[in-house]
């Protein structure tokens, strides 16, 4: 069954058709990717996804419900967290103090900066944010500013602030990008446990060929805005099509 349905999405900007009559099924409880070259159209259509950009054509359903026309915050709320390519955490704030923030906003929806230090002695918030500390195993770090933390920190952080909020579709905008091969593979393990352990769906555009063949179910390959073939790992590697417009570029690298 899908709960991401994408039927027919264009979006030009200009002159310049970003994205062209885009179909694509997201099933559930599976690790879709998206792939293609710079200039495909993924990153276009992650933020049709998420509320930031609203298609000149074409529907986007969630669960049955239309994202289109909703703001970011009401997009979450349907269940829909998204990692951004830079990660999004309070460089300022302290690992615990972050984790706070997604926590108290999922039990009254809404949070206010200066509300933080009240937040803290709130003993539900700050279990739940201990739990997923200990479940990400980042509890030790928890009173390090964030800033100081490595590039595969910050990103597991950013994801367990996701995770906070209990979405039903985790979207991943290059989840590895900049990354040492280490943190990288660090990253493939926590995702695949995640998809383990949580009644989740996984949406992922990454470059890295390594990390889509190690987690993805299926992949949808964008070429010039348009979906130029979706199917099984084993099938993309072989595909002609594929192997041209972008898989043969990367293994010849």
Not at 179 to 207: P, Q, V
């Amino acid at each position: 069954m899908a709960i991401l349905e994408v039927k027919n999405v264009g979006k030009r900007f200009g002159g310049l058709q970003a994205l062209g009559d885009v179909n694509l099924n997201v099933e559930e409880n599976t690790v879709h990717a998206i792939i293609g070259p710079n200039g495909a159209g993924k990153s276009t259509l992650l933020n049709c996804l998420v509320g930031k950009l609203i298609p000149d054509t074409g529907s986007v359903m969630f669960d049955g419900q239309s994202v289109l026309g909703r703001k970011p915050f009401e997009i979450n709320q349907m269940g829909i967290s998204r990692v951004f390519q830079t990660p999004e955490i309070f460089g300022d704030l302290t690992v615990m103090e972050n984790m706070l923030i997604p926590c108290f906003a999922k039990r009254d929806g809404a949070f206010r900066m200066h509300a933080l230090e009240t937040i803290a002695n709130e003993q539900d918030i700050v279990a739940k944010a201990e739990e997923m500390l200990v479940d990400m195993n980042m509890i030790d770090k928890r009173e390090m500013h964030a800033a100081s933390m490595s590039r595969g920190d910050k990103r597991r952080l950013e994801i367990a602030m996701c995770l906070a909020q209990d979405p039903r579709l985790l979207l991943l905008d290059e989840p590895t990008a900049g990354m040492a091969r280490a943190d990288t593979n660090n990253t493939i393990d926590l995702l695949k446990r995640i998809k383990d352990e949580r009644d989740i769906t996984i949406a992922i555009i990454e470059h890295d060929m390594h990390v889509v063949f190690s987690l993805a179910e299926r992949i949808t390959v964008l070429a010039q805005g348009t979906p130029l073939v979706e199917d099984t790992p084993d099938k993309i590697k072989g595909h002609p099509k594929v192997r041209e417009a972008y898989l043969g570029e990367t293994q010849a690298a």
